[in-house]
């Protein structure tokens, strides 16, 4: 059977996870077993790489070192912000015809399969013989057909693990905590910190994601009520929740608003919804004690917190990658589809059926406005593996005298 010669170009997109690494060591290792693949580019800083014509020949990195990087959390070949449009994706197809690239991996969200998409037309209007495969990657466990998304099960891990740690600590020494968690449009991450709990007083107490609308007044309800019955409270609160109106709670609380290039609303890397909260709640119930955290890019890459199932997907997406590339012979995006308790296997759906758009949490996770529902559970747990165990003193106490 007569196969596709050239060079292959793998490239990471979008924000960096815990596991994406693994996928770029499942590709490389994977094309370099095909002699009609003859070379294996890197980009660098993703499709900007391409642009510039900025690649690493990882055709000659050893397997000691592929295997080490792949255990390695972030993108190891650097990502990128940019938002192709059709002309950049043109003069991508020019760069892919000037090496001979007939492969195209790129590992990223729903905005990279925007890009694949983009450049497959382009390719496919020059008549030009490109196979481009989307590889899925995220924290946030948003891109649609796909069961889940590699990236996810170990942000998930670090997020139930800090918020069993501040509740325990908020234990200790009891007040009001808001811990706020990535999650632009889905409240998929959010709604793991659910795990942290194991005795029936656990935090957090509140748990807020994008798909519930959300109430200033309703959230001081919420507290007051728990801070009553427990004498303490832990919230969870994705960072793109919504007013009532659709519009997000930070453009509610934060007249300049900034957006990235993709027209994103810039809802990372700052701590203005957690202290408006906080503000709020000291100024209404008039709690002394009230702190918050605003997460951000810990969860992307925290080392050491790494789902072995997770990390196992994302190695698994990117040979099959190839896989669907050599024998598949179509462009489109790998998918995962969960066929036991628990197992999966991998198909390939195309590019447009997950190009830039969004998967919410399904609406039977939610439980109510503010808290998650357990079937959740079963769905979540297989993904991020076992959990660090923690317990409390059992004693009696001791009468007093």
């Given amino acids: 059977m007569l196969r596709l010669e050239g060079k292959a170009v793998v490239a ?3 924000g960096p996870t815990a596991v994406i690494n693994q996928s770029l060591t499942g590709v490389v290792l994977e094309a ?37 990087v792949g255990v390695t959390p972030s993108s190891a070949l650097g990502s990128t912000r940019d938002k192709p ?24 969200g729903n905005d ?29 466990n948003d891109i649609l057909v796909t069961d889940h998304t590699p990236g996810f099960g170990s942000a998930a891990k670090f997020v139930v693990s800090a918020f069993a740690g501040l ?29 942290a709990r194991r005795w029936p007083d656990d935090g957090p107490h509140l748990i807020y994601v994008p798909e519930a609308p959300f109430s200033i ?12 019955e427990h004498g303490r409270c832990v919230a969870a609160v994705c960072e793109g929740i919504v ?33 408006a909260l906080s503000d709020a709640v000291k100024a209404r119930l008039k709690i002394k004690r009230v702190r918050c955290d605003t997460f951000g890019y810990l969860q992307r890459s925290f080392l050491g917190v790494i789902s072995e199932v997770d990390a196992s997907e ?15 012979k179509k462009n489109g995006s790998v998918a995962i589809r969960r066929t036991g308790d628990y197992s999966v296997d991998y198909f390939v759906t195309s590019l447009e059926s997950v190009a830039a758009s969004t998967k919410p949490l399904p609406k039977e996770y939610l439980k109510g406005t503010n808290d998650i529902d357990e079937s959740f559970k079963n769905y979540a747990r297989p993904l991020m593996g076992p959990m660090p165990l923690f317990d409390r003193l059992i004693a009696p106490t001791v009468r007093v005298k």
């Fill in 32 to 68: 370099r077993k095909y002699p009609f693949i003859t070379h294996v580019y890197g980009a660098r800083y993703g499709v900007r790489g391409i642009i510039n014509e900025d690649f690493l020949d990882l055709s000659q990195a050893t397997t000691h070192n592929l295997e080490m």
């Fill in 12 to 14: 990471q997109g979008g």
């Fill in 314 to 328: 994302a190695r698994d997406v990117g040979e099959t990658a190839v896989h669907f590339a050599v024998h598949g």
């Fill in 167 to 195: 509740d325990l600590d908020n234990y200790a020494i009891p007040g009001v905590f808001v811990g706020v968690v990535m999650g632009r449009s889905a409240g998929f991450l959010t709604a793991t910190s659910v795990f």
């Fill in 112 to 140: 990279s399969a925007e890009t694949c998409r983009i450049v497959s037309t382009f390719a496919e209007q020059k008549s030009y013989d490109l196979r481009v495969i989307h590889i899925p990657k995220t924290i946030d």
């Fill in 217 to 228: 007044d309703r959230f001081l309800d919420d507290v007051d009520r728990v801070y009553t």
């Fill in 243 to 275: 007013a009532e109106d659709d519009v997000p709670m930070l453009l509610k609380l934060k007249e300049v608003e900034e957006r990235d290039q993709f027209g994103n609303l810039q809802l990372s890397g700052r701590s203005t919804l957690g202290d």
């Fill in 85 to 108: 449009d059709a002309a950049y994706c043109e003069r991508m197809v020019e760069v892919f015809q000037r090496h001979d690239v007939r492969y195209f991996f790129y590992v990223g």
